[in-house]
T-cell receptor, first 111, second 112 residues
Framework: DAGITQSPRYKITETGRQVTLMCHQT?????MFWYRQDLGHGLRLIYY???????DKGEVPDGYVVSRSKTENFPLTLESATRSQTSVYFC??????????FGPGTRLLVL | DQQVKQNSPSLSVQEGRISILNCDYT??????FLWYKKYPAEGPTFLIS?????DKNEDGRFTVFLNKSAKHLSLHIVPSQPGDSAVYFC???????????FGTGTRLQVFP
């Protein structure tokens, strides 16, 4: 299917565990982004990538790691999950200068 | 420091009437503004945008107005339909960055 997909859609984990959220896009967009959505905060940028092997921090990068070995994939890893990382995570990719296309989201619960 | 603010967490409008969603920003370097719509359990979808060289952009029932001197933009939906019920996010970017800054969102409910 064309577009942007995220997996898993739902994840429950425990404090201290490592978790990886996957993002895959079929458009070959250069830019990819990871956001988290929390009540009262809207969408906050965690990390973004301008191309394969190029990544940069967003507003809230602490506790997260990203990699981009291939253009189409942009995984987000929580190295040691904390309860404050309970959130809904959205991946996005960019076509034009600013318009971003979002995946369906991953709902993560850290117990 | 919230650079993009949506001060109304929610808005309720009758079907057929106008919905007006507001957004304020503080960074004068912002030169491109977007509105995204989000349904529950889905990702945000792009709705409409406006460049700072314009003060209005229209697309069907949706019109975005930009007042640069007031650092304010608004989204008008006319006429409102029940399917417009969603959370609307305002976003902004500065030309020299790759990032969008989002507001906190406004939940619109359109009732019959």
């Amino acid at each position: 299917d064309a577009g942007i997909t995220q997996s898993p859609r739902y994840k429950i984990t425990e404090t201290g565990r490592q978790v990886t959220l996957m993002c895959h896009q079929t458009w070959s967009h250069s830019y990819m982004f990871w956001y988290r959505q929390d009540l009262g905060h809207g969408l906050r940028l965690i990390y973004y990538s301008a191309a394969a092997d190029i990544t940069d921090k967003g507003e809230v990068p602490d506790g997260y790691v990203v990699s981009r070995s291939k253009t189409e994939n942009f995984p987000l890893t929580l190295e040691s999950a904390t309860r404050s990382q309970t959130s809904v995570y959205f991946c996005a990719s960019r076509a034009g200068p600013e318009t971003q296309y979002f995946g369906p989201g991953t709902r993560l619960l850290v117990l | 420091d919230q650079q993009v603010k949506q001060n109304s967490p929610s808005l309720s409008v009758q079907e057929g009437r106008i919905s007006i969603l507001n957004c304020d920003y503080t960074n004068s370097m912002f030169d491109y503004f977007l509105w995204y719509k989000k349904y529950p359990a889905e990702g945000p979808t792009f709705l409409i945008s406006i460049s700072s060289i314009k003060d209005k952009n229209e697309d069907g029932r949706f019109t975005v107005f930009l007042n640069k001197s007031a650092k304010h933009l608004s989204l008008h939906i006319v006429p409102s339909q029940p399917g417009d019920s969603a959370v609307y996010f305002c976003a902004a970017s500065a030309g020299n960055t790759d990032k969008l800054i989002f507001g906190t969102g406004t939940r619109l409910q359109v009732f019959p």
